[in-house]
């Protein structure tokens, strides 16, 4: 049986810089940062931090690992983990900036419908469990193919700066 690979070598500072605070964690030298608050540390719009749109109280960041091109998260600048914990005007904002991630997804990429979401705590799925999050993500008919379901791997058809163009020449109203 033969083996096929498919390169991504764009992981490996990933995966070693996560191995890297893993190992810190394990030896009690240090907390790894939370990785939304380091990329929003800088304040900026930026295709290199992945900041689609700041709002007031919250951020639209590019997923750094998509289901599909297009894919944002919609996150609270502050860090918080818990829904219930939102201030009144964050979870507002929350909404409203999701409202407008999906239209500049629509407008963007023309998909066939949107998958908005979010995985609330370690059992519902999240990934980053302590810092809310909404993911969404545009989605076409008949947009599954083999290699998610024989590999397990997703195949991107876009860069992330690439993304971040469209996603930015289409955010509504900003300036």
Request: hydrophobic fraction near 40%; aromatic fraction near 6%.
């Amino acid at each position: 049986m033969s083996l096929d690979q498919l390169w991504a070598g764009w992981r490996s500072a990933y995966v070693s810089g996560a191995s890297t605070e893993a190992a810190r964690v394990l030896a009690g030298t240090a907390l790894p940062p939370c990785v939304f608050c380091t990329i929003l540390e800088s304040e900026s719009v930026a295709p290199a931090r992945q900041v689609v749109h700041l709002g007031r109280h919250t951020a639209v960041v590019l997923n750094a690992f998509p289901y599909t091109s297009g894919h944002v998260l919609v996150l609270p600048r502050r860090h918080v983990g818990d829904l219930g914990a939102l201030s009144e005007e964050e979870a507002a904002d929350l909404w409203s900036e999701a409202r407008r991630a999906v239209r500049a997804i629509e407008s963007a990429y023309q998909p066939d419908g949107i998958n908005l979401g979010a995985n609330l705590g370690k059992a519902a799925g999240a990934g980053i469990p302590d810092h809310l999050h909404l993911h969404a993500l545009p989605r076409w008919q008949g947009d599954t193919n083999f290699m998610t379901t024989v590999a397990g791997t997703r195949v991107q058809p876009e860069e992330l700066d690439t993304t971040w163009q469209k996603l930015r020449a289409a955010w509504p109203g900003d300036t």
